[in-house]
């Protein structure tokens, strides 16, 4: 697992625990603004510092380490814009096509190989990548959809409580969310990014309750508005005479993105035994 180490949002490292980076002083990747800068990635496996003997499979590994720092910088092969190719024999490089292609294929970012020296004899192939953190949207790489399975009630379970450790769930809570509520997750590519919540409406005001949730490294691409968009477009389906909202007070991207879609705040509080505020809000103009 890679995790953020230091530095202002706008630029920040990523690391992963490989021991070169601690002894010779660097990061995995480096997040400057919208560009995503990969280091050369080999094919250790960074949990237990060893490395195949198959050039094949280093490149697998290779891709699986670049993608997890990737992920944790806010991004996924499909941001990728350039990639070059490092390898000490030209021979090893032909096998590893397919492996590269199925990460590359579709994206063809600029390219190339070079025949050099490597850190460590036993490495057979370096990676590296830089990419760019733009937009998304449907159609463009991003998906919603509704969650159907376990294995899809454990992944919104898993963004739910990144996002609000507060009210974190249990397995058999999530699950019986997904009997009672209309529940989404949303891919960018293959990778989990965020997940949605729509609660029917209720009442003599019909109010249903729509929440979006982007896990943080991936916000301000979009993405929270397409789950906001499909979730009023379920609440208006269903018949909402008015939508609501709820917020961790602590959470100040979610307040703003609230706003900003008219939703206006009706009450704070704090739930009995807990400490953390939450913020309710309704939209201003009923859903049309």
């Excluded at 919603?144 to 809570?173: F, I, K, L, T």
């Excluded at 309750?209 to 490294?217: E, F, K, N």
């Amino acid at each position: 697992m890679t995790k953020q180490q230091g530095g202002p949002p706008v630029r920040r490292a990523v690391v992963s625990g490989s021991t070169f980076e601690e002894r010779i002083g660097y990061a995995r990747a480096v997040v400057d603004g919208d560009r995503v800068h990969v280091s050369g990635t080999t094919g250790f496996d960074y949990a237990s510092m060893t490395i195949s003997e198959d050039v094949v499979e280093q490149a697998r590994q290779c891709l699986r380490n670049i993608g997890a720092a990737l992920a944790e910088a806010g991004c996924t092969f499909a941001d990728v814009v350039r990639v070059r190719y490092l390898l000490p024999a030209r021979e090893d490089f032909e096998p590893c096509w397919p492996v590269l292609r199925r990460a590359f294929g579709e994206v063809r970012p600029a390219a190339t190989m070079m025949v050099c020296g490597l850190a460590d004899e036993r490495m057979r192939i370096e990676i590296e990548v830089d990419a760019r953190r733009g937009p998304v949207g449907p159609g463009a790489g991003l998906r919603v959809e509704p969650v159907a399975g376990d294995a899809m009630v454990e992944e919104w379970r898993q963004v739910h409580n990144a996002v609000v450790p507060p009210a974190a769930m249990s397995w058999d809570r999530a699950r019986e969310r997904a009997g009672r509520y209309r529940l989404a997750n949303a891919y960018l590519g293959d990778v989990l990014v965020g997940c949605s919540t729509v609660r029917p409406p209720e009442g003599e005001e019909r109010v249903a309750t729509v929440i979006a949730r982007v896990l943080p490294a991936f916000r301000g691409r979009g993405i929270g508005a397409a789950l906001y968009e499909a979730g009023m477009a379920e609440a208006e389906a269903l018949g909402a005479g008015a939508v609501e909202t709820v917020v961790l007070a602590a959470n100040g991207d979610g307040l703003r993105f609230a706003g900003a879609r008219g939703f206006v705040e009706r009450d704070r509080y704090v739930l009995d035994g807990e400490s953390d505020e939450w913020v309710d809000l309704r939209l201003a103009a009923r859903p049309s």
